[in-house]
T-cell receptor
Framework: NAGVMQNPRHLVRRRGQEARLRCSPM?????VYWYRQLPEEGLKFMVY????????ESGMPKERFSAEFPKEGPSILRIQQVVRGDSAAYFC?????????????FGSGTQLSVL | GENVEQHPSTLSVQEGDSAVIKCTYS??????FPWYKQELGKGPQLIID?????GEKKDQRIAVTLNKTAKHFSLHITETQPEDSAVYFC????????????FGQGTILTVHP
């Protein structure tokens, strides 16, 4: 029973390029969350998605960042025109439902480095 | 919104000693408090959680206590082992979605053999 799968593990981009981060939730999970972790800081919520729907994007920067979770395939976090400040570890998590008692399981993350 | 403060930022103990990490939260509506362990190069792993209708929960060497009145909760690790060395994060949420967590800043725990 594979856990939350994220790829790539490491991604290097030059300023102005696009970054695409992928997340496949655990089998049977239909709720996906993206978090960002800056060096020596805790994780910050970015966005919560269900299949084909964005439920809560209150933590997403207003520009350059977007997320999707299509009917088929992984969830994608897309960062356009990356800047050095986007360098961070991006974690995806999934849960089976959003109700009481549901636990959140995290992937190993994608480390984004912007040169 | 919710704000979670975590102390200490670093904690060093000898193997076999106990370790205590404390967190405070600001939103009195928060009702779910998980603790995560993060090892180098890995994602956070849930180790224990507690809900607002419970004051204490134990799982082998790990326990969590919650004081709703004071709005703080703590992680207790007894008989620490070198493999307990990691970064520990507390978190809280008050929404209907248990996945939208507000995390503390983390505690680097080092257990010396």
């Amino acid at each position: 029973n594979a856990g939350v799968m994220q790829n790539p593990r490491h991604l290097v981009r030059r300023r102005g390029q696009e970054a695409r981060l992928r997340c496949s939730p655990m089998k049977g999970h239909s709720h996906v969350y993206w978090y960002r972790q800056l060096p020596e800081e805790g994780l910050k919520f970015m966005v919560y998605l269900q299949k084909e729907n964005i439920i809560d994007e209150s933590g997403m920067p207003k520009e350059r960042f977007s997320a999707e979770f299509p009917k088929e395939g992984p969830s994608i976090l897309r960062i356009q025109q990356v800047v050095r400040g986007d360098s961070a570890a991006y974690f995806c998590a999934s849960s089976r439902t959003q109700g009481a008692g549901e636990k959140l399981f995290f992937g190993s993350g994608t480390q984004l480095s912007v040169l | 919104g919710e704000n979670v403060e975590q102390h200490p930022s670093t904690l060093s103990v000898q193997e076999g000693d106990s370790a205590v990490i404390k967190c405070t939260y600001s939103d009195s509506a928060s009702n779910y408090f998980p603790w995560y362990k993060q090892e180098l190069g890995k994602g956070p792993q849930l180790i224990i959680d507690i809900r607002s209708n419970v004051g204490e929960k134990k799982d082998q060497r790990i326990a969590v206590t919650l004081n709703k009145t004071a709005k703080h909760f703590s992680l207790h690790i007894t008989e620490t082992q070198p493999e307990d060395s990691a970064v520990y994060f507390c978190a809280a949420t008050s929404g209907t979605s248990y996945g939208k967590l507000t995390f503390g800043q983390g505690t680097i725990l080092t257990v010396h053999p």
